[in-house]
């Protein structure tokens, strides 16, 4: 699975229906988590942030929907997660300095760390720290490095959404 440039050009022949449902399943539990935090933090930087990550997960699953029913390469759908997951984590992060007043820093490290809480978080982030590592040497059109990557995302969203319900 060496690493290939996706390109307007190109058109995945083995993706199918279920491959783009199960690239849905990360960005459900994203949403759900991303719910969860903004009740707890009130901020519409955070908020705003929230939703241009969300329109990008989802607007990748609908280029593989696409893809897969129509054998249609929209462009525009592949690529807009590299704008929009960005920019979406950028407001988050200054969310986080601008609505600081809102934070109680040490609360929130605790709940983190706390049992069970904390096994879910390591293993998100785990899963999490592969996905970078699969983004620079899988080769996006190929159906088993989707495959491998969806699944990493899918249970790293789950993790990380179940360590956020169970934050005492």
């Keep these: 699975?060496?690493?290939?440039?996706?390109t307007k050009d190109i058109i995945p022949e083995d993706f199918t229906l279920f491959l783009a449902f199960v690239?849905?399943?990360?960005?459900?539990?994203?949403?759900?988590?991303?719910?969860k935090i903004g009740m707890l933090f009130n901020s519409f930087l955070?908020?705003?942030?929230a939703i241009l990550c969300f329109v990008g997960g989802a607007g990748?699953?609908?280029?593989?929907?696409?893809?897969v029913l129509y054998k249609k390469n929209i462009w525009f759908l592949f690529v807009q997660m590299r704008i929009l997951m960005p920019?979406?984590?950028i407001l988050m992060l200054l969310s986080l300095f601008i609505d600081y007043q809102k934070i109680n820093l040490n609360s929130i490290i605790?709940?983190?760390?706390?049992?069970?809480?904390?096994?879910?978080f390591l293993l998100g982030l785990a899963g999490m720290i592969l996905m970078f590592i699969f983004a620079k040497k899988l080769d996006s059109s190929d159906v088993k490095a989707n495959w491998i990557e969806q699944l990493t995302n899918g249970i790293?969203?789950?993790?990380i959404f179940i360590g956020i319900v169970l934050m005492k």
Aim: hydrophobic letters at 55%.
């Design 110 to 120: 605790q709940k983190i760390v706390s049992f069970p809480s904390c096994i879910f």
């Design 23 to 35: 690239d849905a399943i990360p960005v459900i539990f994203f949403g759900l988590s991303m719910i």
């Design 87 to 89: 920019a979406g984590f």
């Design 156 to 159: 790293s969203q789950i993790c």
């Design 46 to 49: 955070f908020l705003a942030g």
């Design 60 to 67: 990748k699953v609908l280029w593989k929907i696409i893809v």
């Design 1 to 6: 699975m060496s690493k290939q440039k996706m």
